[in-house]
């Protein structure tokens, strides 16, 4: 069982991955395109109701990439909807993204209180 | 004489009935004191081991689905907790087999209020419930509100 | 279509020029690097795996709500790895392979940050800290919006 999880989880994160660096290499976009690209296809797959399964699936593999940023914006927006109608697509978006964020946000200072800038 | 037989009649009859009182208190007593013990083991026998067939009965027949890896089950009297693993190249398909296997277990058991999850630390959870239930001090009571707890942790989706 | 157009108000010699530089422009391996960021992708999201079922079997996560604590320690590591500078050269080795998964988005946000320190906090580090992230949190966000506000109507007045 949790053998197999991270044998998906490798081929599926390094698969992702690729997608990547083929926008990157082949399609010559800047690297802020490419993951912005990620993101927006994370949210559309979710729109499709194609992004759990491969969650189901591959485990960290979808949700360490970026694209599941995406995904959980549309997830967390899509729940609160079920709840309070059309007014949830805006309140509930970072529901359940909340954690990506902030980590960055806190880490982020943290690391600029911690560290000093190289060269 | 007829003084004497009245006599004699009296205390015969007083020794027998005292006799006889004090023989239905002595089975009184006694008949009490079975039903005591009766109820007490009774509530020994609920006490040690909740009746299990129900849950092997439903793991059984969740293992039988060819896309069930494993699988396991803990029931109460009014409740079912039923996890599963599900075969990793079916995993895709996670959602719709919960949906069945939820209905397939509500329709074979209609008289217990059914929690199933294929998640797997609810599955860690039930298997460690399962472990738990031949301890002396566990009751219906305390397996129902641990049931009740894991229902709420699989429904959690943040 | 863009290219070409400029292509054509170019002179001649300009022309000649461009087709020159594009056959000496160094050839991306492109094989090469897709294999290297299979490679490190795959093995951050495996650590990321490794370490949502640390969560589960000591805390009670489950496979659903195991995702926040996991996203939050990568980026965590990622900050470690970015203040000691090793991030950036597993960046120079991976490309995407680095760049695509949470930690990549963590470094992002964290170098930026830790780069523009000496320009104070609010000016600096508060101002400039999602100069690199921004774009993949409004386009993310603004994309969810659409993609849940078209699903939402769907569902509701449409009955699908």
């Known amino acids: 069982m949790m053998i197999a999880m991270f044998f998906w989880a490798f081929v599926v994160g390094g698969l992702i991955c690729v997608i990547g660096q083929i926008l990157l ?4 976009l ?25 969650i189901d699936f591959a485990g960290a593999g979808a949700t360490i990439p970026i694209t599941s940023f995406g995904n959980s914006l549309v997830h967390g927006a899509l729940q609160e909807a079920e709840k309070h109608g059309i007014v949830g697509v805006l309140t509930g978006m970072f ?8 980590a960055a946000i806190v880490f982020g200072f943290i690391g600029a209180l911690l560290f000093r800038p190289k060269g | 004489m007829n003084m004497r037989k009245w006599l004699f009649a009296t205390i015969v009859i007083c020794i027998w009935m005292g006799g006889c009182a004090k023989e239905q208190g002595v089975k009184q007593q006694s008949l009490q004191g079975s039903g005591f013990m009766k109820t007490n083991t009774n509530g020994e026998i609920q006490r040690n081991n909740i009746n299990q067939q129900t849950a092997e009965r439903a793991v059984a027949r969740i293992k039988e689905r060819d896309d069930i890896k494993d699988a396991v089950a803990v029931n109460t009297s009014e409740k079912l907790l039923v996890a599963y693993q599900i075969k990793h190249m079916h995993r895709f398909y996670r959602k719709q087999i919960e949906k069945e296997i939820d209905q397939q277990l509500i329709r074979l058991f209609p008289n217990y209020q059914i929690v199933s999850s294929s998640d797997l630390k609810i599955f860690w959870k039930t298997e460690e419930l399962r472990g738990k239930l031949g301890k002396k001090n566990w009751n219906e009571q305390k397996v129902d509100e641990q049931i009740e707890k894991i229902r709420q942790l699989s429904k959690e989706r943040t | 279509m863009m290219a070409n157009e400029k292509r054509k108000k170019l002179t001649p010699t300009q022309q000649e020029y461009h087709l020159f530089e594009k056959e000496r422009e160094t050839k991306r391996p492109v094989v090469k690097n897709c294999i290297r960021a299979f490679f490190v992708g795959g093995v951050i999201c ?15 996560f489950t496979e659903q709500t195991v995702g926040n604590p996991t996203v939050a320690t990568m980026i965590f590591l990622s900050m470690i790895f970015t203040g000691l500078g090793v991030y950036d050269r597993i960046a120079q080795f991976a490309g995407a392979g680095s760049a695509v998964p949470v930690t990549g988005f963590g470094n992002a946000v964290i170098s930026a940050a830790i780069e523009h320190r000496t320009e104070g906090f609010v000016l600096g580090v508060g101002s ?11 386009f993310g966000t603004f994309a969810a919006f659409v993609v849940a506000l078209i699903k939402t109507i769907a569902t509701q007045w449409g009955g699908l």
């Open chain 1, 95 to 102: 529901e359940v993204t909340s954690a990506g964020i902030s």
């Open chain 1, 30 to 54: 800047t690297p802020a395109h490419t993951l912005t690209l990620l993101v927006v296809a994370g949210a559309i797959l979710d729109g499709f109701g194609l992004y759990e399964p491969l």
């Open chain 1, 25 to 28: 290499d082949v399609f010559k």
């Open chain 3, 46 to 60: 495996t650590i990321g795996q490794a370490i949502s079922y640390f969560y589960m079997y000591f805390f009670d």
């Open chain 3, 128 to 138: 400039n800290m999602f100069k690199l992230a921004g774009s993949v949190i409004l």
